[in-house]
């Protein structure tokens, strides 16, 4: 069985993205220009919930003051 592998979006043209590795039970996220800094941990529910906002419009990128 192979380990996870880290992954960020085809959007990513800069380098200052963040990646996400995915296993049976939680979802990790963390800087790509720093992989040795600390990683986020959501749990698999979570992170659905989150994705689910993104792709409604409830969750938008960007600066919106």
Aim: glycine share 10%; net charge negative.
């Amino acid at each position: 069985m192979s380990m996870p592998a880290w992954k960020k979006s085809s959007r990513c043209s800069s380098g200052g993205c963040v990646e996400v590795m995915l296993d049976e039970k939680k979802v990790l996220v963390r800087d790509s220009e720093d992989p040795q800094s600390p990683e986020l941990s959501f749990g698999a529910a979570v992170w659905e919930t989150f994705i689910e906002g993104l792709k409604s419009g409830e969750l938008t990128s960007g600066d919106n003051r």
